[in-house]
C-alpha cells in the first residue's frame, strides 16, 4: 500500500543521487528548444497535489517529466494508482529510468503531440498533472480539450497569460481556445508561480490551472460548422466583426450588420457567441 504523501519530508534519491541535499546533479543540459524549465519549488508541487481530489484511487498522465522531480511526488501520493509519462527528451527519460524504481510508473519517450492518447481508454479517467513546455501549451491545451472524455480532472502548470486567456469571459486575449475550453471544462485558477520556482528560471510568471470536464456541455447547433465560423470572428482579435466577416462565406443581415458589426468578438460572452452563430446560421 503506498504510503500518505507527507508534505514535510524530503525527497529520498536512490542510487547515485542518494545524500544530496538538492534533487539536482551532473546530468544532460536542459534544452531551451524544448522549453526544459525544471520545477524545484516543494510548496509548488504541494499546491499541484492538494488541488486533485484524492478521495480516491486514480491513473495520473504527466506530460515531460524532466529530471522526475515531480514524477516522484506524484508517486508518492497515496492517491497514484498508476503513472503514465510522456517525455520527448531520450537522455532525460534514462536519468528518471535510472532514478525511480516504481512498477507503477510507465515512461514513453515520445512528443505527447505525436502520441496515441486513445491507448488511455482502456484505463480511463485520468488525473493529468503536468509542467507543460511553453512552446507547445496551445497545441497541448487543443489536445486535452480534443480528448476530454479521457479525464476526471487535471491540474497543469501554463503561462500566466495563457491561464488568464483561457478563464477570459470578454476582453483582450481571449480566444477561440478560450471558448473551447470554457464550453468542455470547469476551470479554476491556482497559486501563482514566480520564475525561481524553477531550474532555469523562465522570464515570465507561470500559474497553476485545475480543470474540470464539464458533464453536460452546451449543445451547440451544427458543432462541426460552429468552430470554423468562431474563428473567423476571431480572425483578427482587435477588429470589428463586420471587417473579420469581410470576403468569408458568411454574409450578415442588414439586422445583424446593424447589432454585431461594430462589434469585437473579445466583447462576446462564449454564450452570445452562440446565439450570433444560430442567427447567421437561420438568416
Known sequence: MNKPYNKNKKFELKGPYKGKKKFEHKG?????ALGQHFLRSRKIVDDILDGVD????NNVLEIGCGDGFL???????????KLVVYEVDQEWVKVVQDKIDDQRLELHCIDALKADWSALKTDKPWVMIANLPYQITFPL??????NRELFREGVIMIQEEVAQKLVATSGRGRGVLSCVFQRNFDMKLLSKVPPEAFSPPPKVFSRLLHFRPR??????????????FLKICFRFPRQKLKNNFNGSNYKLSDELFREFGDLRAQQLTFQELVNFWVRVKAQ
Open 28 to 32: 544532460p543540459r536542459k534544452k531551451k
Open 54 to 57: 484524492d478521495g480516491e484511487k
Open 71 to 81: 514524477t516522484q511526488a506524484i508517486l508518492d501520493c497515496a492517491y497514484c494508482e
Open 141 to 146: 491545451l487543443s489536445k486535452i480539450a480534443e
Open 215 to 228: 458533464a453536460n456541455p452546451e449543445e451547440i447547433p451544427d458543432e462541426e460548422k460552429f468552430w470554423p
